[in-house]
């Protein structure tokens, strides 16, 4: 089963809401990704954590701040957001690392959480 | 840094009629090679990947692709489209850091299938 949950689908938030994107996989996985996908454009990796640890923050805005309660979970927590911040939320997960792509380390996606800041 | 570059932001093709997307990369060392795909509202479903060995990779929905090192090219080919394969496509090029995965994707080519 090569499935990531999100939730939820659709947000709408004001610019002074506190909000969160969850996501969960239970493949496995000890790598877990947010990506961030604006109309028309591909997707920017924003977080990756690893082991629950963050290990890549593409300086991203404070605003964001991701947590990783445990191996399957990944939330994305938002606040005070702008309204160029709307867009699809990817999460994605994968096989640790350390087993390098020889080991066959596919990056999987979920459906994403589509967000609008009004 | 690496970097992918689809030439084609969007490709008409008739329903039936072959199918081929083009994706030029460019990495220091050897490359880890992916197509998605994206339906409309949908997230990203992996098509296929090449990390070694068959140059030429088979995927899922018919799909398959050729790594050519020499043409720093990993284009997606399909015999005959059928209309479900109307959809944005994203080659990425992957990069074993430190700390993690990270995947480049190229801007994507959005396919649309004429009856």
């Known amino acids: 089963d090569t499935e990531v949950t999100q939730t939820p689908k659709h947000l709408v938030m004001g610019m002074t809401n506190k909000k969160s994107l969850k996501c969960e996989q239970h493949m496995g996985h000890r790598a877990m990704y947010w990506y961030k996908q604006k109309a028309k454009k591909p997707p920017e990796l924003m977080f990756v954590y690893s082991y629950e640890k963050l290990s890549i923050n593409e300086s991203v805005p404070s605003r964001f701040s991701p947590e990783c309660p445990n191996s399957s979970l990944l939330n994305l927590h938002l606040h005070a957001l702008q309204p160029e911040d709307s867009a699809l939320y990817l999460c994605?997960?994968?096989?640790?690392f350390g087993g390098g792509y020889i080991s066959g380390n596919t990056i999987y996606f979920g459906e994403g959480s589509w967000l609008t800041v009004v | 840094a690496q970097s992918v570059t689809q030439p084609d932001i969007h490709i008409t093709v008739s329903e039936g009629a072959s199918l081929e997307l083009r994706c030029n990369y460019s990495y220091g060392a050897t490359p880890y090679l992916f197509w998605y795909v994206q339906s409309p509202g949908q997230g990203l479903q992996l098509l296929l990947k090449?990390?070694?060995?068959?140059?030429l990779v088979q995927g899922i929905k018919g799909f398959e692709a050729e790594f050519k090192r020499s043409q720093s090219s990993f284009n997606l080919r399909k015999p005959s489209v059928h209309w479900s394969d109307a959809a944005e496509y994203f080659c990425?090029?992957?990069?074993?850091?430190?700390?993690?995965?990270?995947?480049?994707f190229g801007g994507g080519t959005r396919v649309l299938v004429k009856p």
């Open positions: 994605a997960s994968s096989q640790d």
């Open positions: 990425a090029v992957g990069a074993e850091k430190a700390a993690g995965n990270k995947l480049t």
């Open positions: 090449y990390f070694s060995g068959d140059t």
